[in-house]
């Protein structure tokens, strides 16, 4: 959503406009999974905290101050890397 808001202009309503959106996404998307291993939650953090189960795990583990958080900073880094200074 971040990289649609600040790169598309009026052109984004034709196909041709999206492209580079669409690149942007793929090489954001490229450059999580390198560093995340994943592009998946259930992945990154090692339970799915959708299921009561998961969600237990992640609370007792602490895992959403730290694993999420980690996604969430590679995440910002890397769209800080992407978009363009203002």
């Known amino acids: 959503m971040v990289l649609g808001l600040a790169l598309c202009t009026e052109d984004c309503i034709r196909r041709e406009g999206r ?5 942007a996404v793929s090489e954001f998307a490229a450059r999580f999974q390198e560093r995340s291993g994943s592009l998946d939650c259930p992945d990154i ?3 799915d905290i959708r299921t009561p ?3 237990k ?4 583990e602490g895992f959403f101050a730290t694993k999420c958080s980690k996604a969430v ?5 890397i769209l ?6 203002i």
């Open 19 to 23: 492209a580079t959106v669409a690149a």
């Open 45 to 47: 953090i090692g339970c």
């Open 53 to 55: 189960e998961g969600m």
């Open 57 to 60: 795990t992640a609370l007792d």
């Open 73 to 77: 900073q590679d995440a910002c880094e």
């Open 80 to 85: 800080e890397d992407l978009l363009p200074r």
